[in-house]
């Protein structure tokens, strides 16, 4: 379900979040157009978009760490972020998460992989592509894919969005059926398998469970008045790739739930048409 946001009073909602939203359109746009020509220079392009995630995002903190080690210790933390030749699953809920995970790797090139309902891995192109993706509902697969070849990707941060869709950020939703004791046999000498576990505040702005347009989702964020969103992150390594193993360690020691097996992307797109139809209705 789709987390409904706090009430807000009649002068927020309708004189002074317009008014922002108008200001911070005009700083946003150039802070677009600046990261488009800082793309290629990655030393630039990180704070251009820690910028962007701020200003139009409303991302105050960005907090990573790592399991088992303190907070304190910044140096092995640092050394736990995402790096190359490492085949990261994380837990996805919204179009924001493929910009922090970005910020938090060591490397510049990330790649993000997403499966569809027969878990045939695809290749989401670049960040406007995951963040539409994140906006999109489920798609269903009715025939074989032609299967990612992530051998070519080891030079490469690889993201796996193993849900094959967004959730509200309250719990982990179950895998499609990747084959992943194929790809820890295939891949063990390849790649380093990690878990990154993804918790943000407040899920009701941030979050999208439910389609949305770019443009409404754009709005909610520009006429937010506080800069209160916070994504907290923590790594995990991974000895095997089962899905129980995964999805406990994506849940942060049940900081998010588990669903139950059949509450999957084809569930949440039967969901999906009920929640519309209700939602005309009212």
Request: charged residues 20%.
């Amino acid at each position: 379900m789709p987390i409904p946001p706090a009430k807000r009073p009649v002068l927020v909602k309708y004189v002074l979040g317009p008014i922002l939203a108008l200001l911070k359109t005009v700083l946003s746009v150039f802070l677009f157009l600046l990261a488009a020509v800082c793309w290629p220079v990655g030393f630039l392009f990180r704070p251009v978009i820690r910028l962007l995630l701020l200003v139009t995002f409303n991302v105050s903190e960005i907090e990573f760490l790592a399991d088992g080690v303190k907070k304190s210790n910044t140096k092995l933390i640092n050394s736990k972020r995402p790096d190359i030749g490492q085949l990261v699953f994380v837990n996805f809920s919204s179009p924001l998460d493929c910009l922090v995970l970005y910020l938090v790797s060591k490397s510049s090139n990330c790649i993000f992989l997403t499966a569809d309902s027969r878990g045939n891995l695809r290749k989401l192109n670049g960040f406007l592509d995951t963040f539409s993706f994140a906006l999109a509902e489920p798609k269903l697969s009715t025939q074989a894919a032609d299967p990612v070849d992530l051998f070519k990707l080891k030079n490469n941060v690889v993201f796996v969005l193993a849900e094959g869709t967004t959730s509200n950020n309250r719990s982990v939703l179950a895998f499609p059926p990747i084959e992943l004791t194929a790809m820890h046999s295939a891949y063990k000498n390849t790649f380093e398998f990690k878990a990154i576990s993804i918790k943000v505040l407040p899920p009701s702005l941030v979050t999208t469970p439910i389609p949305q347009s770019a443009t409404s989702y754009l709005f909610s964020h520009l006429s937010h008045v506080k800069s209160d969103v916070k994504f907290k992150l923590k790594s995990f390594d991974l000895g095997d790739l089962k899905p129980t193993t995964i999805r406990e360690k994506l849940s942060n020691y049940g900081s998010l739930k588990l669903t139950g097996p059949d509450l999957d992307m084809v569930k949440k797109l039967s969901f999906i048409s009920a929640y519309n139809k209700t939602s005309r209705r009212v």
